[in-house]
């Protein structure tokens, strides 16, 4: 049985990439094919989605990162994209775990893991990146407080140091 493919004309391999001759070859469309076909068939819904891409949030933020002069302010910016709760790695958690969610509803248990799976890793890959952050700033507030500490602490005037007489020798008996 062949699948429905519009894109594809029998026995037709000129100018096909070897992804497309083997996709064929087997009856299975390429991600390609599977991309622009549920593209179409959600054109309608799409209409209705935000006009601009979902990483463009995130493209701002990269922005950011130009105006950075130091670590408390990188530390900021970092903290608006990788942190907990509402940041932008939070919100893809979220994505991800709402998807499964979907898959789940929608008798895709196995998908719905996968979702789970993923989310799941790129929570740990926040802890990861949270530790990163953690260590920058200890290593820059640690080499600041070594800085000071290597000045010599000025001195509050000394009192001025009373001569003691040398000591004396035992008489001899």
Known sequence: MSLPHPDFELYDNVGRATEQITAHRVDRPTAEDLHRWAAHDAREFSTSLPNEEAGQSIIDWTRQLYRVRTAAELNTVTQAVLGDGRSGL????????????????????????????????????????GYLSEDHLASIYRRTSRSASAQPPRAAPAAPVVPTAPPRRPARR
């Open 90 to 129: 939070g919100e893809l958690h979220t994505f991800l775990e709402t998807a499964a969610e979907w898959c789940e509803h929608n008798q895709e248990p196995g998908i719905a893991a996968r979702y789970r799976q993923h989310a799941e890793e790129l929570s740990a890959l926040g802890d990861r990146l």
